[in-house]
């Protein structure tokens, strides 16, 4: 009882800000700004999370953005920024696998640093495909599993203990592979280390189309 207890209170309390902390430190804030501006029109943002991307649209260019995300508790944080940002936001305690929206009715899709907590991103990204106009584009900047062996096996070592204190992220999983399983087609691709812990920090970021 104590220990489910104590976890709720971490979930609900200390994740929040340690997520919005971590997601917002200078490296993944440059990784936002290289993909969060091109977004245009309608805007689906999944896991909008604290709102870390709310700076970085461009207003004359975005109509209105949805943000969906489960967790309730990030809320807050969110539509203090969301106020700052003077867009047209609406938040839904959704998860990606279920979007309530007609098919081919977003101009863009925004998604950072979110595929890696996804209980199953496969099906989500096929959500977000059918929500996506034909000439519409997913825009994304995601943390994955590394090239080099000694890394990634790092990763999939320290993933069971990392998983529960992170909120279910993922440091293994590889995100140009997951987006081709849904049926998107990248472009404008790319992958590098960011600044910081290498098995933290292999990052991948560009754009995706759905295959017709």
């Excluded at 805007?43 to 260019?61: A, C, H, P, Q, W």
Aim: charged share 20%; proline share 6%; hydrophobic share 40%.
């Amino acid at each position: 009882m104590a220990n489910g207890w104590l976890a709720t209170q971490y979930e609900k309390h200390v994740l929040p800000t340690l997520l919005d902390f971590a997601c917002g430190m200078k490296p993944l804030r440059m990784q936002r700004e290289k993909v969060v501006p091109k977004a245009h029109g309608k805007v689906l943002e999944i896991g909008i999370g604290t709102g870390l991307n709310m700076r970085f649209y461009d207003s004359k260019k975005v109509k209105s953005v949805l943000g969906l995300d489960p967790a309730m508790q990030m809320h807050r944080l969110a539509r203090r920024r969301i106020q700052q940002a003077g867009l047209d936001v609406q938040l839904l305690g959704l998860s990606a696998n279920s979007i309530p929206l007609d098919d081919h009715s977003i101009d863009t899709i925004v998604m950072t640093y979110t595929l890696c907590s996804i209980e199953d991103p496969v099906p989500a990204l096929r959500e977000m495909r059918r929500v996506l106009k034909p000439e519409g584009k997913l825009l994304f900047c995601e943390h994955g599993i590394a090239p080099d062996a000694k890394v990634a096996s790092l990763q999939n070592r320290l993933q069971p203990v990392w998983g529960k204190l992170a909120g279910g992220c993922h440091l293994n999983r590889d995100i140009p592979a997951l987006l081709n399983e849904a049926g998107f087609k990248t472009e404008q691709l790319e992958a590098s280390y960011v600044p910081g812990p290498k098995v933290f920090t292999f990052n991948y970021w560009g754009q995706a189309y759905s295959e017709q």
